[in-house]
């Protein structure tokens, strides 16, 4: 009987079937994944079986590779749960573990590899599962060489993100796939967002100078974190280098600020102080502000008539000139359809940004930093730079957040599609791929805005202009359902609230089995990863760092590859 179950003359020998063996196959679908009967030595208290751990099924023609969704204990006869056997005798519970009781692992497959392909790690690249094992086929737990096998191995572009838990294997991510694809991170807070966001800037800043992977980052850095220095997740508390320290990444990388003083506090001299003109600001920019700055659609209507009113200059002026003479201004063109109340609470609204001294008034720009931000940072973009905005004391400040972010988004967006157009006749000259990093993007992407904004514009064109997003946020659920299904590949953390699990797992194949994963989910520095780049779904244990060792290693592959002539125009220079 053994043979029977085993099928082993069918399979032919492999290098890999000497992974410890969990159980057998005993049913299951396509739809659902498959049901596992655990070995009698095997419990289901071992690590090996715990949900998110992946697992392999020796099909008769095919090798299987799937995730364990959940865990069961079953028996032979319903009788066992009403009137439970004596198990004080330890001879009884033996007897009766494996036979009367046994445990059940649900798993669901996600891809396979002929049999004949398996030998020595070579053949056949890992294909999305389209059957099912037959039944009695064995189950093992996979082995570091599956791992390799699934994700490839650590390489120019393929960056090590994390170990499967309880494993030192490493699970690498295909960063060449992966830029060309918004993405998103997300996770209650505290769960290791910000942590993972910047590994993976890390990555792209290593693999930056590949010609396969060119890619420069802008990144909104809302709590200063990225740029000079973060705070370890694994110790509260103790400082982790930012980018711009890690060896080999400085020349790589500008530190833009909002906030001088306060970087400066901190220990970083920016490359740039920015500063933006009221006449850089348009009526377009206040749609994202209407939540804090409480602006009706009425007060929006305003904006774009003093905007016709005053030219670009307008808000300077609208802000300097009396509601009255306004409104005379505007009888005389022609009679006005606002009231002047109105007029006065958009004025009041629009004062408050005032209070920011990164504004400054039309012509201040270009004597207080000798060029415009926005000019600078597609200088330094456009020569391969990776550019880190500091808003410092504004980052905690919303207003302040989605000003700037949208109005430089906008900007930046209109150069890459200039550059994109420019080059459909010679691909040479095609622009790198630029990764815009937005941090509570549910304000720049939510139902109401997402599709009037540049930011929903971008995830919906995908790499058509070679720029896409990277949103980071705790409230999927706030974010546009048609925005999150554009999102290529999701990095998630622990999500405990129904809506943004529900939210991140639409449209997902295998949505409820991965829904159980995702609840399962240590509550730091664990995440699951789903989408255009990786081959199937995994838990990850994600990467560690703050050693010199570990910047080292991380510095190694970030050098050469600048554009030097085109980094000389980047700089401050007098023209």
Not at 197 to 203: E, I, K, V
Not at 310 to 316: A, D, E, H, Q, R
Not at 399 to 427: C, F, M, Q, S
Request: aromatic fraction near 8%; include cysteine; charge should be negative.
């Amino acid at each position: 009987m053994a043979n029977l179950f085993r099928n082993s003359d069918s399979f032919g020998p492999s290098e890999l079937d000497a992974a410890p063996r969990l159980g057998m196959v005993v049913k299951g679908s396509l739809k659902s994944g498959v049901d596992v009967k655990l070995d009698p030595a095997v419990s289901v208290e071992d690590p090996e079986v715990q949900v998110g751990r992946y697992v392999v099924i020796e099909g008769r023609r095919q090798r299987f590779f799937g995730l364990i969704t959940d865990v069961a204990l079953e028996a032979i006869d319903p009788q066992f749960a009403v009137t439970p056997p004596d198990t004080g005798d330890d001879f009884i519970a033996e007897v009766l573990q494996g036979t009367a009781t046994y445990g059940t692992l649900h798993v669901l497959p996600s891809l396979t590899v002929p049999r004949t392909a398996v030998r020595g790690l070579e053949g056949a690249a890992p294909q999305p599962v389209k059957t099912v094992p037959s039944h009695y086929a064995a189950v093992h737990e996979a082995s570091e060489a599956d791992i390799a096998l699934i994700f490839g191995e650590e390489g120019a572009t393929n960056f090590f993100v994390g170990s499967p838990p309880d494993m030192e294997s490493k699970v690498c991510l295909d960063l060449k796939t992966f830029i060309t694809r918004s993405n998103g991170v997300f996770g209650k807070s505290g769960t290791g967002k910000t942590f993972l966001t910047r590994l993976l800037l890390l990555g792209l800043v290593q693999a930056g100078s590949q010609s396969d992977a060119r890619n420069v980052n802008l990144v909104f850095d809302m709590h200063s974190e990225y740029g000079w220095k973060g705070y370890s997740e694994s110790a509260p508390g103790r400082e982790v280098k930012g980018l711009k320290q890690i060896p080999g990444f400085g020349p790589r990388v500008a530190i833009f600020s909002l906030d001088e003083e306060s970087s400066r506090r901190r220990g970083a001299s920016p490359d740039h102080v920015v500063r933006i003109g009221y006449d850089e600001v348009t009526p377009e920019d206040l749609l994202l502000l209407r939540e804090p700055l409480n602006l009706h659609e009425r007060g929006l209507d305003a904006a774009h008539e003093m905007h016709d009113l005053f030219g670009k200059g307008w808000l300077s002026s609208f802000l300097e000139t009396p509601t009255r003479e306004i409104k005379e201004a505007l009888e005389a063109k022609g009679g006005s359809e606002f009231h002047p109340g109105s007029l006065s609470a958009l004025k009041t609204s629009l004062q408050r940004l005032r209070r920011f001294r990164f504004m400054v008034e039309p012509g201040a720009v270009e004597q207080a930093v000798r060029k415009g931000s926005v000019q600078a940072i597609l200088d330094y973009l456009e020569s391969g730079r990776h550019v880190i905005l500091e808003f410092g004391r504004y980052g905690s400040d919303p207003t302040a957040y989605v000003l700037v972010a949208n109005l430089l988004t906008r900007r930046i967006h209109e150069r890459w599609v200039e550059l994109t157009e420019k080059a459909l006749g010679d691909p040479v000259q095609m622009p790198p791929t630029l990764v815009i990093t937005i941090e509570e993007a549910h304000k720049f992407l939510s139902r109401e805005v997402a599709p009037q904004t540049i930011f929903g514009n971008i995830a919906r064109e995908m790499r058509k202009y070679n720029v896409t997003l990277r949103v980071v946020d705790q409230r999927p659920s706030g974010i546009d359902d048609e925005i999150l299904s554009q999102l290529g590949t999701k990095l998630c953390c622990l999500l405990d609230n129904e809506r943004d699990v529900d939210s991140v797992l639409a449209g997902v194949a295998g949505r409820s089995e991965l829904r159980e994963v995702l609840a399962h989910l240590e509550s730091k520095q664990q995440a699951l990863i789903f989408g255009h780049a990786v081959p199937m779904p995994v838990v990850v244990r994600v990467r560690d760092y703050g050693t010199e060792q570990s910047y080292a290693a991380f510095g190694e592959g970030s050098r050469g590859g600048l554009d030097r002539e085109a980094l000389r125009r980047a700089m401050w220079e007098d023209t």
